[in-house]
Nanobody, 121 residues
Framework: QVQLVESGGGLVQAGGSLRLSCAGSGRTFSSYGMGWFRQAPGKEREFVATISWTGISTWYADSVKGRFTISRDNAKNTVYLQMNSLKPEDTAVYYC??????????????WGQGTQVTVSS
């Protein structure tokens, strides 16, 4: 069992930056692939980024590639999402998840409660 708690969301102007954190509990945290997803009002939850349990492999959605960076610190049971050059279309609730580490929602077993990111134009 893994419990996940996101933090770091907020309101930022377009072009600005935010760093999201996801703190996990449980001794098996480091054995999971971790992902970030987001969901805007009226839209389905979509993949943002994923990182392997070793932290060596990462993968990004085309819409965030070059602007967002996912990383993890297994000693702290924490995964991060550094978001730069934010755009209004990045506005959504951001969720972290633990699972297989792929790009699909159903590939993850554990989810956090989400943190709101709002980008003003």
């Amino acid at each position: 069992q893994v419990q996940l708690v996101e933090s770091g969301g907020g309101l930022v102007q377009a072009g600005g930056s935010l760093r999201l954190s996801c703190a996990g509990s449980g001794r098996t945290f480091s054995s999971y692939g971790m992902g970030w997803f987001r969901q805007a009002p009226g839209k389905e939850r979509e993949f943002v980024a994923t990182i392997s349990w070793t932290g060596i492999s990462t993968w990004y959605a085309d819409s965030v590639k070059g602007r967002f960076t996912i990383s993890r610190d297994n000693a702290k049971n924490t995964v991060y999402l550094q978001m730069n050059s934010l755009k209004p279309e990045d506005t959504a609730v951001y969720y972290c998840a633990a699972g297989s580490g792929n790009t699909r929602v159903r590939g993850y077993d554990y989810w956090g409660q989400g943190t709101q990111v709002t980008v003003s134009s």
